[in-house]
C-alpha cells in the first residue's frame, strides 16, 4: 500500500515511524500482554509516559520549574473559555484580532467576562505598536492562524501576561517560554492525535481562578494531579509520547525550524514567481510556515487543481471551507520531499493552464 502525501490541517499527518510503533506494540504494550488502550491510567507503566512526555516537553521548549505541563481534552476551543474562566478574575484579557481562530477565541472570552479587543487587523500580524492592553490582566493572541496562514515572526512585548494559543505551531520552532503566562496546543497538528491539548502555564496563574469554576475547568484541578484528576486521554498522550521522542531525534525545535523554513519556501517561491496564476493575500512578513494558503487567479480551474493532485497522491489540499482555495499544511512530519513533490505539481500545473 502507498501512503499519500498528506496536507491536512488537523488531524493531520504523523510522523511513519511513531506509526509503525503504535502498530507493533498495539496488542502487547510494555511486555504486559495487553494494549496501551485496554490498561489502568493509574499503572506505573502509564504514569511515567505522562511523567516522561512532561520531561520531554520541558526539554524541547526548555521550560524552566516556574511551569507547569498539563494535559487537558475538549481541544482549543475548550481552552477559549478555560483562559478567561481562570485567568479573568477581575480584569480580564485583551485580544489580537487577525484570523478566525483569534477571533473565536475571543467571541467566547466575551461570555465569561469583559473580554477587550487589543487590535483587529487583517491578512497580517498587528505590529507591536498597534497593539493595545491597557486595563487588561493578559494580552492574548494565536501566534499562527490556520485558516487564514497567517504567523507572528516575532513575540510581542505588551509588558502583561501572554497568552498564546500555539495550536497550529506547537513545537515548529523554539520559543522562550519565559515571556509567556499561559501556552496551549491542541495536540492533532503537530504532536499527536486528536483528543488532548497541552497547556505550559506559569505557577503563579493557577491561583488566579475563582472557586466558582468547575473542577475539570480549573488549571489547578490539572496541576496537582498529574493531568489525571480523571481518565484522562491515555491513547492521545501515548501518542504524543512518542512524538516527542521522535522530535528529539530528529533534532529538536531548531531542526523543525530550519525544515519549515525550506518547506515554506519552496511553496512561497512558486506562488510569487508564477506571474499570478498562484497568488497569496497575505502581508509577505506574516506568512505562515505551517499553513501556506493560495488561489488560483482562475477560479474555475481550483477544483481541477485539486482533482490532479489527488491523481499524484498529494491529498487534502483543500482550503478551509470558509475561504476556499487551496491549503498545503507542512507541519513537522509533512518531509521536505512530500513539499518537493507539491512543489513539482505546481510548477507543472501552471505551465499547463496559464
Ligand atoms: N486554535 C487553532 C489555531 C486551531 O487551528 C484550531 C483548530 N484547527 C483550534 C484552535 C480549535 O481546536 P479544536 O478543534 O481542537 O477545538
Same mark, same amino acid.
Given at each position: ?30 511486555? &504486559? ?6 490498561? %489502568? ?22 521550560? =524552566? ?16 473559555? &478555560? ?19 483569534? #477571533? ?43 485558516? /487564514? ?17 500555539? %495550536?497550529?505551531?506547537?513545537?515548529? #520552532?523554539?520559543?522562550?517560554? /519565559? ?50 484528576? /480523571? ?32 518547506? %515554506? ?7 510569487? =514567481? %508564477? ?10 512578513? =506574516? ?7 493560495? /488561489? ?18 498529494? #491529498? ?12 498545503? =499544511? ?25
Amino acid at each position: 500500500m502507498q501512503r499519500v502525501y498528506n496536507f491536512a490541517a488537523g488531524p493531520s499527518a504523523l510522523p511513519l515511524p511513531v506509526l509503525e510503533q503504535v502498530q507493533k506494540e498495539l496488542l502487547n504494550w510494555n511486555g &504486559m500482554g495487553a494494549s496501551v488502550l485496554e490498561i %489502568s491510567h493509574r499503572s506505573r507503566q502509564f504514569t511515567s509516559v505522562v511523567e516522561e512526555t512532561i520531561a520531554m516537553i520541558k526539554s524541547l521548549y526548555q521550560i =524552566s520549574d516556574d511551569y507547569e505541563v498539563l494535559f487537558i481534552q475538549g481541544g482549543g476551543h475548550t481552552q477559549f473559555a &478555560m483562559v478567561p474562566l481562570n485567568l479573568c478574575a477581575g480584569q480580564c484579557g485583551a485580544y489580537a484580532l487577525n484570523g478566525v481562530w483569534s #477571533r473565536k477565541a475571543f467571541k467566547e472570552a466575551q461570555k465569561i467576562a469583559q473580554a477587550k479587543e487589543a487590535t483587529s487587523v487583517e491578512l497580517r500580524v498587528p505590529r507591536q505598536d498597534e497593539i493595545d492592553v491597557s486595563g487588561a490582566s493578559y494580552f492574548y493572541y494565536c501566534s499562527n492562524e490556520t485558516v /487564514n496562514g497567517i504567523q507572528y515572526h516575532y513575540t510581542p512585548d505588551v509588558g502583561i501576561d501572554m497568552v498564546c494559543d500555539m %495550536s497550529s505551531e506547537f513545537m515548529s #520552532r523554539p520559543i522562550d517560554v /519565559n515571556r509567556y503566562g499561559l501556552i496551549f496546543a491542541g495536540a492533532q497538528k503537530n504532536f499527536g492525535p486528536a483528543g488532548v491539548s497541552i497547556v505550559i502555564v506559569r505557577k503563579d496563574l493557577l491561583d488566579k481562578a475563582s472557586s466558582t469554576v468547575p473542577s475539570m475547568l480549573d488549571y489547578k484541578t490539572y496541576a496537582g494531579s498529574l493531568s489525571m484528576y /480523571n481518565t484522562p486521554p491515555t491513547f492521545a498522550i501515548y501518542v504524543a509520547h512518542l512524538v516527542a521522542k521522535w522530535l528529539i531525534d530528529e533534532g529538536g525545535v531548531a531542526e523543525m525550524e530550519r525544515r519549515s523554513i525550506i518547506k %515554506s519556501n519552496l511553496l512561497y517561491d512558486i506562488i510569487d =514567481s %508564477s506571474n499570478g496564476f498562484y497568488f497569496n493575500q497575505v502581508e509577505k512578513q =506574516s506568512r505562515s510556515r505551517m499553513n501556506v494558503v493560495f /488561489n488560483l487567479e482562475n477560479k474555475a480551474l481550483e477544483e481541477r487543481f485539486i482533482q490532479e493532485a489527488e491523481a499524484e497522491n498529494l #491529498r487534502y489540499l483543500k482550503g478551509h471551507r470558509i475561504l476556499g482555495g487551496m491549503r498545503a =499544511s507542512i507541519y513537522n512530519a509533512v518531509s521536505i520531499e512530500a513539499v518537493e513533490k507539491l512543489a513539482e505539481f505546481m510548477k507543472k500545473f501552471a505551465t499547463r493552464y496559464a
